[in-house]
């Protein structure tokens, strides 16, 4: 008697997956800084290369290294000196400007009341306005002391017009700009305002806490993040005006409205001397950090000091 054999069968195991290339998040974001990298550093670090030449380019083969003596001619030379006050009594000016017009519109604007939506929109257009249409506007409409409406205003009040761009130029300046930068210091201490509970306001009432108390003690430390925020963003960019400055004085009269970009401008694009320009540059540069450091110091300690108080 034979026995039938079956035959064994085998299951195959299913085949191994390949297993490619696993990226990092740090290997997905090296892209992104090579770009950033390439598009920001490079230039800076030419910049700084080329301030340490003789370098004009009316004579481009001339090129000597003279260390620095670029800034040692911005250093020393007084109307250069002039030309960094300005750009720290403009940006000054305009920075505390902002921060006061813009915090007590953030406060009106916290509140209810009807058509607050179409005010806030109204508000914020003189930020979506191009510098030098800014410039444009108010050089010719505002402040012409013809046809402008503030020598109107004058006029019909019984005074004499003024040309404001002439006697006073740097004033001028800062209003323009202050106009301009007034809604982004406004929408960012409107949301400040906006993230802070009412319990807090309505317990400061209950226990008797005077509107000056409960501005102090409650809404100044919690704006502190947005007044940082205010602070950084608006040290950057106003040590970077230029647009505001070509459209309206030109720089003048003489140096009264000159600052670093306009300075560098001149220096780079009508003299052609791009070893003093790119000296400005980086100047401009080292003092728009040291700014931007001190007053961010310079608030926490005002924050700590209300807390404490």
Request: charged share 10%; no cysteine; hydrophobic share 50%.
């Amino acid at each position: 008697m034979t026995t039938a054999v079956r035959p064994t069968t085998t299951t195959a195991s299913p085949p191994a997956p390949k297993r490619g290339l696993r990226l990092t998040p740090a290997a997905l974001i090296w892209p992104a800084m090579l770009y950033l990298i390439l598009t920001t550093q490079v230039p800076f670090f030419m910049t700084v290369y080329y301030s340490f030449f003789n370098y004009n380019l009316v004579i481009p083969d001339n090129r000597p290294f003279i260390g620095f003596g670029n800034y040692a001619t911005l250093l020393t030379n007084p109307q250069n000196l002039q030309v960094v006050l300005n750009t720290v009594i403009l940006a000054g000016g305009t920075l505390i400007l902002t921060l006061f017009i813009g915090g007590a519109m953030a406060m009106l604007l916290n509140r209810n009341f009807p058509g607050r939506g179409l005010l806030r929109t109204l508000m914020i257009s003189s930020f979506l306005v191009m510098p030098i249409v800014t410039a444009v506007v108010w050089k010719n409409m505002l402040l012409n002391p013809v046809f402008g409406f503030f020598s109107w205003l004058v006029a019909s009040l019984g005074g004499q017009p003024v040309d404001w761009l002439a006697q006073y130029p740097m004033a001028s300046v800062i209003a323009m700009i202050t106009w301009e930068w007034t809604p982004f210091a406004m929408l960012i201490l409107l949301t400040g305002l906006q993230s802070l509970p009412d319990d807090q306001l309505e317990a400061a009432r209950l226990d008797g806490a005077s509107p000056m108390q409960e501005f102090r003690h409650i809404v100044m430390p919690h704006w502190t993040q947005a007044i940082q925020v205010v602070v950084l963003m608006e040290t950057i960019a106003l040590l970077q005006v230029y647009g505001e400055i070509y459209g309206s004085t030109s720089g003048g009269p003489g140096l009264a409205t000159t600052n670093l970009p306009y300075f560098i401008y001149q220096k780079a694009f009508a003299e052609y001397n791009i070893g003093l320009a790119s000296a400005a540059g980086v100047i401009t540069v080292i003092l728009t950090n040291i700014l931007a450091v001190y007053l961010l110091r310079m608030i926490n300690r005002t924050n700590q000091s209300n807390k404490g108080g």
